[in-house]
């Protein structure tokens, strides 16, 4: 390297990229000082296989989020006026309900969007076949519309912070792995031959975080749950004006996507894997031998969805990285001077991805403090592979009912 790092990004996924992009804008360590590293090209694991909601609609438990969402919307706007191509699809989301529970949760998302000057109202199911004639929205008695909201891109979206960065002069060490050893009470960073003790280390590597920090006798506390989704094949169904669509009463969250629907169905009894299973590359991988497809997902919710039509042509899955309170790792990791965490998207990473840098930066300029509300010092001590602690992050997953 020609220059000494002042602060090392591990991961160039969506969080990675968006850490390093927002610590050189700020000015607090010039773009030159700040290196990137992942053993494999940019945003292309967990990243790209994500589903890509803007979604603001939150329950009250979950407000904070709130601003998190809306930061990345406006930092999207900000990176198309610098150039970047990051379509922002504004297509709005419709929220439906059947039963009393999901009523309920309606009503809640209704309250914490007029405290949190949210754009939303109440509308009529069936209104809206002409532009769901896929779902039999006669089964719902209740609708809540947010026109607000969207979907992106979740590569383009990575490879625009990316791109950002390195126009500040942010460095990237692709293709190349790295590994954590200690020196003293900071944490140097190895790559081949050559060690690097920075100013800070932030470990934003994902699903692979707890592979990185185990090597300091560390970990984060979240679990790799599996995430899945289907696209079908091109159909009219798919219209233009097709919003998101998110019934909780189903499972189900779907969007277009290039004249297809992509939808996506929650699991009751989730899937998780241990950081020491999950490979380098996820290319083949598969997260339960005896249902490689998602068929058992399918099948469960077959009776939900019984009004389906398209054909299907493409299943996706992923780790989502949940935390066993479903809520994000921002922070100092204890025992290190130097060591910190950007990690635990429960399932809102690409939404919150400029929210939680920018919640990041603030850790490197001394506004955050030690009582911060990610902190990955919350839980204690934790045998993040122990079945018990897996079962807590699925069930965190299962518990999710927004976008």
């Known amino acids: 390297m020609s220059r000494e790092p002042e602060v090392i990004v591990l991961g160039a996924g969506i969080l990675g990229c968006a850490l390093a992009w927002r610590l050189a804008a700020s000015n607090l360590v010039g773009g030159k000082a700040i290196l990137v590293i992942d053993p494999q090209p940019a945003a292309s694991q967990a990243t790209s296989r994500a589903a890509g909601l803007l979604s603001v609609a939150r329950p009250a438990a979950r407000s904070h989020w709130i601003p998190l969402v809306q930061k990345t919307l406006t ?48 509308v009529q199911p069936q209104e809206w076949a002409g532009r769901l004639p896929w779902l039999d929205l006669k089964r719902f008695s209740e609708a809540l519309w947010f026109p607000e909201e969207g979907y992106i891109d979740p590569y383009l979206l990575a490879s625009a912070y990316g791109s950002a960065a390195r126009a500040l002069g942010v460095r990237f060490s692709l293709g190349r792995p790295a590994s954590l050893v200690e020196n003293g009470s900071r944490v140097a960073v190895r790559i081949d031959r050559t060690e690097h003790t920075p100013t800070s280390v932030w470990v934003a590597a994902g699903a692979w975080s707890n592979s990185l920090l185990s090597q300091l006798g ?62 380098d590359d996820l290319a083949g991988f598969v997260f339960d031998a005896d249902d490689a497809a998602g068929h058992a997902t399918l099948e469960a919710c077959a009776d939900l969805l019984n009004h389906w039509s398209p054909g299907l042509r493409h299943y996706i899955t992923g ?85």
């Open 319 to 403: 780790p989502s990285c949940y935390t066993p309170d479903g809520d994000f790792l921002v922070g100092p990791v204890a025992g290190w001077d130097n060591l910190k965490l950007l990690a635990g998207c429960n399932g809102a990473g690409i939404a919150v991805s400029g929210g939680l840098a920018e919640a990041a930066v603030g850790y490197e300029s001394g506004a955050a403090n030690s009582s911060g509300p990610y902190l990955p010092t919350r839980f204690g001590s934790c045998d993040v592979d122990a079945p018990a602690f897996l079962a807590r992050c699925i069930a965190a997953r299962a518990g999710k009912t927004s976008g």
């Open 75 to 122: 930092i999207v706007d900000e990176l198309n006026r610098a150039g970047q191509s990051v379509p922002l699809h504004r297509c709005g989301s419709l929220h439906l309900a059947a039963s009393a529970r999901t009523q309920a949760l309606l009503a809640d998302y209704e309250a914490t969007a007029a405290s949190s000057d949210v754009s939303c109202r109440r």
């Open 218 to 279: 560390a970990s984060a506390p979240q679990a790799a749950v599996r995430s899945q989704y289907w696209i079908t094949e091109r159909t009219s169904l798919a219209n233009g004006h097709m919003p998101i669509a998110l019934a909780a009463d189903l499972r189900l969250y779907a969007r277009p996507e290039m004249g297809a629907i992509l939808f996506g169905l929650r699991e009751t009894n989730g899937v998780a894997v241990a950081s020491r299973q999950l490979p």
